[in-house]
């Protein structure tokens, strides 16, 4: 575990960690919702999961540095999406 002198340290450690989990989220995010939506194909699909597959190690990177378990099973809850039918249906529904 990483030791701070002073309180102004662990500020900006939590302040710069929680704004990387904020990035890489919401690239996570636009990668599912591009996946469930629109069912890239071809260079966009491998774009989108491996764009998503790298945000979400480093969403679950910087939640086990700020020792956050909320933020790490949010990660682990968004995966779930990719179980969901989200799609139009048929033109007779």
């Not at 002073?6 to 919702?33: H, P, Y």
């Not at 540095?65 to 682990?76: F, P």
């Amino acid at each position: 575990m990483t030791e701070f002198s002073n309180a102004d340290e662990l500020e900006r450690f939590e302040r710069r960690w929680k704004f990387i989990f904020t990035c890489f989220a919401v690239i996570l995010a636009g990668a599912l919702f591009e996946h469930m939506l629109r069912h890239p194909r071809g260079e966009e699909a491998v774009c989108c999961y491996s764009l998503g597959a790298i945000a979400f190690v480093a969403c679950l990177f910087s939640a086990n540095k700020l020792r956050d378990s909320a933020r790490h099973e949010g990660v682990i809850g968004g995966l779930e999406l990719l179980g969901e039918d989200l799609s139009p249906g048929d033109l007779d529904d």
